[in-house]
């Protein structure tokens, strides 16, 4: 079945590190990839999404590009900042289906002045 | 605007009592969605409802659990009656599916943490 690997956290950077959180997939269709974002205490949002191969989703300076060649998309910022400290999830839906989100196993990022 | 509502957002509870989790969706929404998440088995589909259906419930855990979406406003989490391992975060969620086509984004409320003693 359809499925989301993304790298092992936690992730520790200093402010202003460029950030890379890798993401890849398996799915039988074409699926549509997001980048989902939990605050400590709070529930998900979503940070940016993808709907087909080579699109860019970006959103507050990060930005996602669906590769369906390397089934990819791999979370990038340039610039981290304290505030960006959170826990980030991949998630494809398959729009065959109902909009099941399939969700990797989250990767905590933590950032230090 | 009001996102995704959940009551209540912490509940402690003793192991064989009832416990009833709510949501309200955001108005206009016609899919809703129940996951758990824990730190074992990360976020995990409970149930799905469309238009107040229930389409999928394949990933409730057992007949413990029971969701009900009684109208497009309102839906509930039963567990009864509840066991320690049921202790985790529970999240709602909904969504607009066009008729016959993609559903949109899914936003998420914003938890309720349940601890089973």
């Known amino acids: 079945g359809d499925s989301v690997t993304q790298m092992e956290g936690p992730v520790t950077l200093s402010e202003e590190a460029f950030l890379t959180i890798n993401c890849t997939y398996t799915a039988t269709g074409y699926p549509s990839l997001f980048w989902y974002v939990q605050y400590p205490g709070e529930g998900l949002q979503l940070l940016l999404k993808a709907t087909k191969a080579d699109d860019k989703g970006s959103n507050k300076g990060f930005e996602a590009t669906y590769r369906k060649e390397t089934t990819s998309f791999h979370l990038e910022k340039g610039s981290v900042q304290v505030s960006d400290s959170a826990v980030y999830f991949c998630a494809l839906s398959d729009p065959a289906g109902y909009n099941k989100l399939i969700f990797g196993a989250g990767t905590r990022l933590a950032v230090h002045p | 605007d009001a996102g995704v509502i959940q009551s209540p957002r912490h509940e402690v509870t003793e192991m064989g009592q009832e416990v009833t989790l709510r949501c309200k969706p955001i108005?206009?929404?016609?899919?809703l969605f129940w996951y758990r998440q824990t730190m074992m088995r990360g976020l995990e589909l409970l149930i799905y409802?469309?238009?107040?259906?229930?389409?999928?419930d394949s990933g409730m855990p057992e007949d413990r659990f029971s969701a009900k979406m009684p109208n497009a406003s309102f839906s509930t989490l039963k567990i009864q009656p509840s066991e320690p391992r049921d202790s985790a975060v529970y999240f709602c969620a909904s969504s607009l599916r066009a008729s016959g086509g993609q559903a949109d984004t899914q936003y998420f409320g914003p938890g309720t943490r349940l601890t089973v003693l």
């Open positions: 108005s206009g929404h016609n899919s």
């Open positions: 409802f469309n238009n107040n259906v229930p389409i999928d």
